[in-house]
């Protein structure tokens, strides 16, 4: 069966709305992200949106999580905590939720509803960076960088519920990604080069947005009151519209340089 799964594979593109490995939700946390057969909250957006039907009461959901401290530096000292002390930057708050789900038309017997809708966002990852080596004497080269990456999801879902046992959802989902990086090496020995190559400074910035929309299905199958199966397929993320800009500017004593390269369409 291996042999013959590797003779029919192929190469996959990468995909900005794939699901994070960070748990989403505060029950999905305490489960230990084992919420696919549940799902019965806002977060079935993403997890299972056949879950959503089985909610009692509209519910509004809002989580996020700090999974540690990001440090630039190997201690302290390179961090520069001594002076600038802890930034919110410094701090993985992924993931961010916010959702709301609500039954529609008349309720059951069983006080569940035929149908639901649900709405939620995902803030699946966000990094802000910001380093700078300063050379220690005064002649040596500085080196900065400032990167900026977010991504969000947001998605809408309707969930039916087939009898006692079976339910059925669907979800469309837009996700963004967001990036700003930019770099620059500035030389502070200019008089003492040859003329023609000192090399003064150098920048670079790269800005992307990518925005994309991708398919979710899901099934629940409801085996007894501990028992239920889950099953969600999704799609990859089809990029809709993308826009990228990257800047070069170069300085030296020979004269100056600077190109500019635009890509943007649907």
């Known amino acids: 069966a291996l042999f013959a799964a590797s003779l029919t594979a192929s190469g996959a593109r990468a995909d900005e709305g794939r699901f994070q490995d960070f748990a989403v939700g505060a029950r999905a946390a305490s ?12 977060t079935g957006v993403f997890y299972n949106p056949a879950g959503i039907v089985d909610v009692r009461t ?34 993985i708050f992924v993931p961010s939720s916010t959702g709301y789900v609500q039954g529609v038309g008349d309720t059951l017997p069983s006080g569940a509803y ?11 990852e966000y990094t802000s960076r910001f380093t700078e080596e300063v050379p220690r004497s005064p002649n040596g080269t500085r080196f900065r960088s400032d990167l900026e990456d977010r991504r969000f999801l947001a998605g809408a879902a309707w969930a039916h519920r087939f009898g006692p046992w079976l339910r059925a959802g669907f979800s469309l989902q837009y996700a963004l990604r ?3 990086d930019e770099e620059s090496l500035v030389s502070g020995d200019v ?13 670079s910035r790269l800005r992307a947005y990518n925005h994309a929309l991708r398919v979710v299905g899901g099934l629940k199958l409801w085996l007894g009151p501990r028992t239920t199966f889950g ?31 635009d890509s943007s369409g649907f």
């Open 58 to 91: 509209a519910k509004v959901n809002v989580s996020t999580s700090l999974y540690g401290l990001e440090l630039i530096g190997q201690n302290a000292i390179e961090s520069d905590l001594l002076k600038r002390g802890v930034s919110p930057t410094d701090l």
């Open 31 to 42: 489960l230990g992200g084992a919420y696919g057969a549940l799902a019965d909250d806002a």
């Open 178 to 180: 967001t990036i700003d």
């Open 114 to 124: 035929q149908d639901a809708f649900a709405i939620a966002t995902l803030v699946p």
């Open 191 to 203: 008089a003492g080069s040859s003329a023609g190559t000192t090399f003064i400074d150098a920048s």
């Open 231 to 261: 099953l969600t397929l999704t799609s990859p993320a089809a990029s809709v519209y993308r826009d990228a800009s990257f800047e070069r500017v170069t300085t030296t004593s020979a004269g100056f340089s600077a190109d500019r390269i």
